[in-house]
C-alpha cells in the first residue's frame, strides 16, 4: 500500500526552538508538498517542491523553510518556533500529469509550540 | 490558478443523496476537478477526479457541465461515517512548480 508517513504524529516544542518536521513518500512522486490546517482556514499551502533541491513558496511561507535533499524525503523546518504555529501540518505527494489521480497525504503531524 | 467556492456546510439524513457543488469559473482547458474526503486528525482522501461529464466510482459520482465551470460531488445513500469534509480542488501538477490550492471545504453532516 502506497503511502505518506510523517514522522511524528504529535509534537510538543518551546517557544525559540528549531523544529524539523519530516515527510516521505514511497510512490516516486515528483511533487511534495506542506501545508498547515487551521480551524476554519482550510488547508493553505507552505511550500512545495516539484524536484530534488528545488521548492516553491506555497501561500503562507514566512517563518518556514524545506528541504529536498531526495526525491523521497520533504522537510519542514520552522527556524525559531513561535506560538502562531501552533496547527496540525500536512505533507503530501502527487505526480505530475494532466491525469494525476490527485494528492496522497499524510496523516498529519499536530504541533504544539508552548 | 483556478479558484474554488464551495457551500460551508450541508446536512443531510441517512439514506439520502447528497449534492455538493463547486464553482470554478476561471478553469482553464489542462485543469482537472478533484475532490478529497477528510475526517478530524486524518489528511485528506482522494475520492474522485474528472475533466468532463460524468464519472463514477465506488465511491462517488462527479457531474462536470460542458463549460466545466462547476462540478458536482454525488454521494449515494449517504451513512454516518460520510461526516466529513470535503473538498473540491482544480487544476493540473506540472513539472516547474505550478500549485494547487484548495478551498475551505464544505462540511457534511450526516444524521440518523
Known amino acids: 500500500d502506497v503511502k505518506v508517513t510523517q514522522s511524528s504524529r504529535y509534537l510538543v516544542k518551546r517557544t525559540g526552538e528549531k523544529v524539523f518536521l519530516e515527510c516521505v513518500q514511497d510512490?516516486?512522486?515528483?511533487?511534495m508538498f506542506w501545508y498547515r490546517q487551521d480551524p476554519g482556514l482550510g488547508l493553505r499551502l507552505i511550500y512545495f517542491?516539484?524536484?530534488?533541491?528545488?521548492?516553491e513558496k506555497g501561500d503562507i511561507p514566512e517563518g518556514y523553510s524545506v528541504s529536498r535533499e531526495k526525491k523521497e524525503r520533504f522537510s519542514l523546518i520552522l527556524e525559531s518556533a513561535s506560538t502562531n504555529q501552533t496547527s496540525m501540518y500536512l505533507c503530501?505527494?502527487?505526480?505530475?500529469?494532466?491525469?494525476?489521480?490527485?494528492?496522497?497525504f499524510g496523516s498529519g503531524t499536530r504541533l504544539t509550540v508552548v | 490558478l483556478a479558484k474554488t467556492t464551495q457551500p460551508i456546510s450541508m446536512d443531510s439524513y441517512e439514506g439520502q443523496e447528497v449534492n455538493i457543488t463547486c464553482s470554478h469559473n476561471?478553469?482553464?482547458?489542462?485543469?482537472?476537478i478533484t475532490w478529497y474526503q477528510q475526517f478530524p486528525s486524518q489528511g485528506p482522501r482522494f475520492i474522485i477526479q474528472?475533466?468532463?461529464t460524468k464519472v463514477t466510482n465506488e465511491v462517488a459520482s462527479l457531474f462536470i457541465p460542458a463549460d466545466r465551470k462547476s462540478s458536482t460531488l454525488s454521494l449515494p445513500r449517504v451513512s454516518l461515517s460520510d461526516t466529513a469534509v470535503y473538498y473540491c480542488?482544480?487544476?493540473?501538477?506540472?513539472?516547474?512548480?505550478?500549485?494547487?490550492?484548495f478551498g475551505t471545504g464544505t462540511q457534511l453532516k450526516v444524521e440518523l
Open positions: 517542491s516539484y524536484d530534488v533541491k528545488m521548492k
Open positions: 474528472g475533466y468532463k
Open positions: 503530501a505527494s502527487g505526480s505530475t500529469g494532466a491525469r494525476n489521480y490527485g494528492y496522497t
Open positions: 480542488l482544480v487544476g493540473v501538477l506540472t513539472g516547474g512548480g505550478n500549485k494547487l490550492t
Open positions: 510512490m516516486d512522486h515528483e511533487n
Open positions: 476561471n478553469i482553464a482547458t489542462n485543469d482537472y
